[in-house]
């Protein structure tokens, strides 16, 4: 199955994305200013998958697509910074029927609120390297049509309220350039993207 083969294959991105993180960070010896203190703002886009909604027959999902949006609002909580943020995003599938040229469609839709911590305990060692946690809680919309019915089209939405969690790691190549990787639950339960700080 392609669906199967696209959530194997973003587990393992993100699973080695975060594991060369981690690496990275236990290697390096360049340190400097934590990469992620107040003020700081990161704008994030990327791909994830591992949700599949219960769709049926033999669909075709396309990858969820996120825009995510963190700010550090509170310094030396701990050993880490406070951040707030929001995520928007869209992941969609459809199904072909074999007979009739019918075809099923569905969009589901997440809008949401996050806060992370972002640990800074690394930062004299690799001010590059940014690990954070965090909690989401939103609405998923999901738009549903199916025209195989002429008579009686299938048309409705769905709105579910979603609180999830998450971990992750940023990798900042350059100060106002990066990449990420997070797994958890929202729209998926895995991602890749990068990041742009400013």
Do not use: C
Not at 180 to 188: C, K, L, P, R
């Amino acid at each position: 199955m392609k669906t199967k083969q696209l959530i194997n294959s973003g587990r393992l991105l993100a699973f080695l994305f975060l594991f060369s993180g981690i690496s990275i960070a236990a290697t390096a010896q360049k340190g400097g200013d934590a990469p992620f203190v107040k003020g700081s703002k990161s704008l994030g886009l990327s791909v994830g998958a591992g949700i599949d909604y219960d769709y049926y027959g033999d669909y075709n999902a396309l990858p969820a697509i996120a825009l995510t949006y963190d700010q550090g609002i509170i310094n030396n909580a701990g050993p880490g910074t406070i951040g707030v943020g929001g995520i928007v995003a869209v992941k969609s599938a459809y199904y072909n029927y074999k007979s009739g040229g019918y075809r099923a469609r569905w969009n589901n839709y997440f809008v949401g609120v996050r806060g992370t911590y972002h640990l800074t305990l690394l930062a004299s060692r690799n001010n590059k390297f940014d690990p954070y946690a965090g909690v989401t809680a939103g609405v998923r919309v999901l738009d549903y049509k199916d025209d195989a019915f002429v008579n009686n089209p299938r048309d409705y939405n769905n709105v579910e309220a979603i609180l999830g969690g998450f971990v992750g790691a940023r990798y900042n190549f350059a100060r106002s350039f990066g990449a990420f990787a997070e797994v958890g639950y929202d729209i998926s339960y895995g991602r890749v993207g990068i990041a742009v700080n400013f």
